[in-house]
């Protein structure tokens, strides 16, 4: 719209030129400068198109890479991203923070049983699920597989406990199993304080909370255990 508009305009300017040396003969170099003032914002304008396409591009480049394509939750590095500035504000402030592991039960079952396009209906609803319930002020990622990860803050672990006791409530409640009414989705969590700032103490509290939910599976699935009060 702007290119027609610059064109438009020049073209306007050249036309009163015209008319007001009629009878003129125009040199060369006349119709040389006529064009290029025409060309050159035109040629600008263009060029900060292309800036500003590729700026966008970069920009869903970026998101993307810290996207989990089929949930749309944040992946490994978005959880990153997102996770360790308030983290460290939080250990600054010597304030609590609790990670979970979270883990689908019998995931497996759901794929060769149901295909794996029933599987992806499980994951799609329980991102769904997950966000529309949890606290906005915490992080939840997709961590891999059936696998998520949640960083809650300002919690202790049994207040991070009961958020997850009530997320896994609302999974099973608001997730439908694809062999349902005969099944129900439930989900196994493992739970660990977060003893740090930056990402090595994440990293620390994800393997154990990771122990934690083994043991929770080794203990019938479908429960959340603490991995401070078990032996791992």
């Known amino acids: 719209m702007l290119i027609a508009l610059i064109g438009v305009m020049a073209t306007l300017a050249g036309l009163d030129e015209a008319i007001r040396n ?3 003969p125009v040199s060369l170099m ?5 064009c290029t003032n025409v060309a050159t914002p035109v ?19 970026a998101v993307a890479a810290e996207r989990d394509p089929l949930t ?4 490994r590095a978005g959880f990153a991203a997102q996770g360790l500035f308030p983290l460290a504000a939080h250990w600054e402030a010597q304030q609590p923070v609790a990670l979970a592991m979270l883990d689908i039960d019998r995931f497996k079952q759901i794929n060769d049983g149901w ?19 949890m ?11 059936e696998e998520f990860i949640l960083l809650m ?25 694809p062999g349902a009414p005969e099944r129900r989705l439930t989900v196994s969590a493992g739970i660990a304080s977060v ?4 990402l090595v103490a994440i990293e620390v509290a994800a393997k154990a909370a990771d122990g934690a939910l083994y043991l929770a599976k080794e203990a019938g699935r479908d429960r959340a255990v603490i991995a401070s009060r078990v032996k791992i």
Do not use: C, K, M
């Open 22 to 24: 009629a009878g003129t």
């Open 30 to 34: 006349d119709w040389t400068w006529a």
């Open 43 to 61: 040629f600008y304008l263009y060029a900060l198109q292309g800036v500003a396409a590729r700026d966008e591009l970069e920009r869903q480049l």
């Open 72 to 75: 749309r939750l944040p992946n």
């Open 115 to 133: 295909g794996h396009a029933a599987g992806d209906a499980v994951l799609r609803g329980l991102a769904q699920v997950a966000g529309d319930n």
């Open 135 to 145: 606290r906005t002020t915490d992080v939840f990622a997709r961590f891999g597989g």
């Open 153 to 177: 803050f300002n919690a202790s672990l049994d207040e991070a406990l009961a958020l997850v006791e009530r997320l896994r409530q609302v999974i099973a409640e608001g997730v439908p199993h």
């Open 195 to 198: 003893e740090g700032g930056d």
